[in-house]
């Protein structure tokens, strides 16, 4: 497709429910990033992909965060056992060697 | 954590009016990008200035970069009501560690332009 797409755009879920964010990136573009954006804040790094290759998962905040890419296309993010502070809208970007994409995000709320 | 400061956190000003918007960092960067952010949407990519840059334009944005003082600014003119929305400042630099490539965002300036 022409950008990068994130499903579901919403998800509601109970607290200590899993939930899955899917990414799709730009086709053929190599990065890939998530970020975490809390109301009013700006957005921080969770992790980067690089093709299937996961560089960089220092912004994770616990293990009950966990992201892949298995095909070096679509990424997933999933979240065990969500709380309240996982509260957050999740934004997927791609990249090759030009601008940053974003995605629309996925605004998960837990309840 | 985020390293860029966005100031003021949030700016109100008539239609027509420029906007301006600063943004300090604290670490060496490659580039510095600025993004808009629509309520409830994406992150839109506005402008990228180099570290060797000073100065950018693009239609109505001009953007300014002084690395001695680890500030950007991000200036809009003749604004518009769809210019509402909040501006991002983000660095792009190298995680030695990891050995990646990432863009770190500052909090954001809330813009309202009132028609």
């Known amino acids: 497709g022409a950008g990068v797409s994130q499903s579901p755009r919403y998800k509601v879920a109970k607290r200590g429910q899993d939930v899955a964010l899917r990414c799709d990136p730009i086709s053929g573009h190599v990065s890939l990033f998530w970020y975490q954006q809390a109301l009013g804040q700006g957005p921080e790094f969770l992790t980067y992909f690089q093709n299937e290759a996961q560089l960089d998962k220092s912004g994770l905040p616990s293990d009950r965060f966990f992201a892949e890419r298995p095909e070096g296309s679509v990424s997933t993010l999933k979240i065990q056992r969500t709380q309240q502070e996982d509260s957050a809208v999740y934004l997927c970007?791609?990249?090759?060697?030009?601008?940053?994409?974003f995605g629309p995000g996925t605004r998960l709320t837990v309840l | 954590s985020q390293q860029g400061e966005e100031d003021p956190q949030a700016l109100s000003i008539q239609e027509g009016e420029n906007a301006t918007m600063n943004c300090s960092y604290k670490?060496?960067?490659?580039?510095l990008q600025w993004y808009r952010q629509n309520s409830g949407r994406g992150l839109v990519h506005l402008i990228l200035?180099?570290?060797?840059?000073r100065e950018k334009h693009s239609g109505r944005l001009r953007v300014t970069l002084d690395t001695s003082k680890k500030s950007s600014s991000l200036l809009i003119t003749a604004s518009r009501a769809a210019d509402t929305a909040s501006y991002f400042c983000?660095?792009?630099?190298?995680?030695?560690?990891?050995?990646?490539?990432?863009?770190?965002f500052g909090k954001g300036t809330k813009l309202s332009v009132i028609p």
């Open positions: 200035i180099r570290s060797n840059e």
């Open positions: 970007a791609s990249s090759s060697t030009g601008a940053w994409v």
């Open positions: 670490t060496s960067i490659n580039n």
């Open positions: 983000a660095t792009h630099h190298r995680y030695s560690g990891a050995g990646s490539y990432q863009l770190t």
